[in-house]
């Protein structure tokens, strides 16, 4: 028996379109270029371009970054002093003289104080002017041109003029302390005002700091949840308690980071202005640290509290990435 050859209605229709199928996919395999080595080098390139840009710059920080940290550990185990240059290993010796130095005690206590307290003053008058200058207002432009200033500032120079506008007998404070009929105080030479004194000068450039730091951040704010909040009649505290401050919490992480490191390794303001005194009222830890490793001479046991510096600076900014972290 013959098979016919006829296909049925929908064999017909069906076979003319897979074979063109067929024959497309079977074109576009033979079609398609197989890529080189060289293009995939020069993908992986592409992918990794930031990576190697940034390899240099980084390869150099980390040398003068973690070299001189490894130094400071190792000098902190031995004895060296200048008029001796032998390195002899001293074990844990310069560690148990800082467990009975009262003067290095109080010297962290004030680095503690100075630290915290300079952190929440500038952060809550940072965020505050930030508040202000984020205000579409006349002449707004002016305004955040003059809280810039205190940042052009160099440190020194910001500790010399606050010495001379403390001072007791020639100083403005004073000035217009006496013109109002109030007491003038020995700002620079009193254990009560001395720290005071510092933390007043160093609030005048950290809080502008801080103000322009969050005002990049409140000028990006998105507008849609405010003004959602606005038309269910939220308070201007609501909106900016439960809106605003979530949005500038990795914002204000950085700020507090910026200007705690900034706190920790201050030195000019208490060398020019109190010099750690009146007897150790304003003796910080970083300042210590340069009178015991360059004007005593024990560079051993400066390590070990410049090594002690850097654990009190770590832990704060450890607890700061920590709840920003958490936060985002």
Same mark, same amino acid.
């Given at each position: #028996? $013959?098979? %016919? %050859?006829?296909?049925?209605?929908?064999?017909?229709?069906?076979?003319?379109?897979r074979e063109a199928a067929r024959a497309l996919m @079977?074109?576009?395999r033979r079609s398609a270029p197989v890529p080189r080595p060289t293009a995939r080098f020069r993908n992986a390139i592409e992918k990794r371009f930031f990576v190697l840009m940034s390899a240099p710059g980084f +390869? $150099?920080?980390? @040398?003068?970054?973690? +070299?001189?940290?490894?130094?400071?550990?190792?000098?902190?185990?031995?004895?060296? #002093?200048?008029?001796?240059? %032998?390195?002899? *290993?001293?074990?844990l010796l310069n560690y148990r003289q800082l467990l009975h130095d009262s003067e290095a005690h109080q010297a962290i206590i004030n680095t503690l104080v100075f630290a915290g307290a300079g952190l929440a003053i500038e952060m809550i008058l940072g965020v505050s002017l930030a508040l202000m200058l984020a205000r579409p207002m006349r002449g707004i432009r002016v305004f955040r041109t003059l809280f810039i200033l205190p940042l052009m500032v160099a440190g020194i120079a910001s500790a010399i003029a606050w010495r001379s506008l403390l001072n007791t007998s020639m100083g403005w404070g004073n000035y217009f302390l006496s013109v109002i009929g109030l007491p003038q105080p020995n700002w620079l030479a009193s254990p009560h005002t001395a720290m005071a004194s510092v933390l007043l000068a160093d609030v005048w450039s950290g809080a502008p700091t801080v103000a322009i730091i969050v005002l990049a951040g409140l000028l990006v704010v998105p507008k849609e949840p405010v003004e959602a909040a606005c038309i269910d009649g939220a308070s201007s505290f609501q909106i900016f308690w439960h809106i605003t401050l979530p949005a500038l919490q990795p $914002?204000?992480?950085? @700020?507090? +980071?910026?200007?705690?490191?900034?706190? *920790?390794r201050n030195i000019a303001l208490f060398q020019i202005m109190t010099g750690g005194g009146p007897g150790? %009222?304003?003796s910080v830890l970083n300042f210590f640290v340069y009178q015991t490793t360059f004007v005593y001479g024990e560079l051993g046991y400066g390590a070990a509290l410049a090594v002690v510096l850097v654990v009190l600076m770590?832990?704060?900014?450890?607890? $700061?990435?920590? *709840?920003a972290r958490r936060r985002s």
């Open positions: #028996m $013959v098979r %016919s %050859s006829a296909a049925t209605p929908g064999q017909a229709a069906e076979g003319p379109g @079977a074109q576009g +390869i $150099v920080v980390a @040398a003068v970054t973690f +070299i001189p940290i490894c130094a400071g550990i190792y000098l902190s185990f031995t004895n060296y #002093m200048p008029t001796d240059p %032998s390195l002899k *290993f001293a074990g $914002v204000l992480a950085f @700020a507090a +980071i910026f200007r705690l490191v900034d706190l *920790f150790l %009222s304003t770590a832990i704060p900014l450890l607890i $700061v990435f920590r *709840f």
